[in-house]
């Protein structure tokens, strides 16, 4: 079955630093959605992107999607204490429904003050 | 937008009963999800409710374990039954918003002894 694959699983910055973390699927996507969860929270939505190449920005998030459809990257420059949490891609399940999502283990990000 | 309420927003049960997760949105939503997250681990699908009929389970999950009920457009229940140690993880509800987007319940915090 589709897979996806997320690294690093950790990452551990200093104030300031830049993050990033990336994606890969099994299959080509559809789309790919990113979500943050802060800990003892629940996921939140951050973005979608769609197209071959698409790369949006949310202030100092940038995100990419592969030309394959099959692999993203979520940016973060000069972290804050505010970024802190675990960060998941996820994309529609092979043959089923665009909303039945596969999420990524994840990458827990904690930042140093 | 959505907003999800998820009660209970934990629990601490005995091995062999059951714990009935209740999901209620303000608005009316066509498909609803559970997921249940594992500590420290990714998010699983484990099944899609739609009103007016059974719920769709995914691989390695079945109804005699997890019923499902979906009696309207803006209310779930999950059930967790005869439960063991092996079910203690975070389950979620989630309802797709526009098209685009997953949003989540705060989830139910499950503990079996």
């Known amino acids: 079955g589709q897979q996806v694959m997320q690294i690093p699983q950790y990452q551990h910055v200093q104030e300031g630093e830049d993050f990033t973390t990336y994606c890969n699927s099994s299959?080509?996507?559809?789309?790919i959605q990113w979500y943050k969860q802060r800990p003892g929270g629940h996921p939140v939505f951050l973005i979608q992107?769609?197209?071959?190449?698409e790369v949006k920005k949310q202030k100092r998030l940038t995100f990419q999607f592969g030309e394959a459809k099959k692999n993203s990257s979520l940016h973060i420059t000069a972290t804050q204490t505010t970024d802190v949490g675990t960060y998941f891609c996820a994309g529609p399940a092979s043959g089923g429904s665009n909303y039945k999502l596969t999420f990524g283990k994840g990458t827990l990000l904690t930042v140093n003050p | 937008s959505a907003v999800i309420s998820q009660k209970p927003s934990r629990d601490i049960c005995q091995r062999g009963t059951s714990l009935t997760i209740q999901c209620q949105v303000d608005?009316?939503?066509?498909?609803m999800f559970w997921y249940r997250q594992q500590p420290g681990q990714s998010l699983t699908l484990i099944a899609t409710a739609n009103q007016g009929s059974e719920a769709t389970y995914e691989s390695g999950f079945v109804i005699d374990k997890f019923p499902i009920s979906r009696p309207n457009l803006t209310f779930s229940t999950l059930t967790v039954s005869n439960m063991s140690p092996e079910d203690s993880s975070i389950y979620l509800c989630s309802v797709e918003v526009g098209n685009e987007k997953l949003f989540f319940g705060s989830g139910t915090q499950l503990s079996v002894l």
């Open positions: 299959t080509t996507l559809s789309n």
């Open positions: 608005s009316q939503v066509t498909m």
């Open positions: 992107l769609v197209k071959s190449g």
